[in-house]
């Protein structure tokens, strides 16, 4: 009924059980009247430990790439650079905005089912988060690469600042395909 939903998280993980590490990820969910689950077509991250814990225990087809981040006032810019290519992500901040409270409770529970296929292997998970949004005033993205999709042509919906954010990645279910 809402169509097709494609989620652009670029995330900076402060602690992890692999430490620290930045992520440029595609969450994509198609049309809840095809009956498919969710996945993650696409993802970077700063740590090699990171891609391999991802694609390991949930299937995730994580790849290393930097991540370079700059900050003035309300502005944030995050340039991800591999294989000789760079995409670059500026996030500004409303200078009032207000933050408000969500957890994966007020998400369909369709919509947090990921599958993923890995090497042989079907990897089922549904993370749950509590996370405090705030909008963004601004987004932009330069992307003249193709390292990501171009999302020149999609309609955003919206864009948040997460200032607050708990995840847990449960244990994946996995199957032989």
């Known amino acids: 009924p809402i169509g097709r939903v494609v989620q652009v998280m670029l995330v900076r993980y402060h602690q992890s059980p692999v430490g620290p590490y930045d992520e440029l990820l595609l969450l994509d969910h198609p049309l809840l009247s095809k009956r498919r689950l969710s996945s993650i077509p696409k993802i970077y991250v ?3 430990i990171s891609v391999e814990h991802g694609q390991q225990l949930w299937g995730i087809p994580k790849e290393f790439a ?19 290519q ?5 996030l ?3 200078k009032k905005a207000r933050p408000f409270y969500i957890n994966s409770h007020h998400i369909p529970r369709s919509m947090l089912k990921i599958q993923q296929a890995w090497q ?15 909008k963004l ?3 932009e993205w330069q992307n003249h690469t193709t390292l990501f999709p171009d999302f020149g ?8 600042y997460v200032p607050s954010f708990q995840l847990v990645f449960p244990e994946a279910k996995i199957r032989s395909k």
């Open 46 to 48: 700063s740590t090699q």
């Open 86 to 90: 760079t995409l670059c992500l500026t």
């Open 120 to 134: 042989g292997q079907r990897y089922e998970f549904s993370p749950q988060f509590r996370a405090k949004l705030m």
């Open 92 to 94: 500004t901040q409303c």
């Open 153 to 160: 042509q999609a309609k955003a919906l919206q864009s948040f």
């Open 66 to 84: 930097h991540f370079d981040w700059y900050t003035q006032n309300e502005t944030t810019q995050c340039q991800l650079s591999t294989q000789n």
């Open 137 to 139: 005033k601004k987004f």
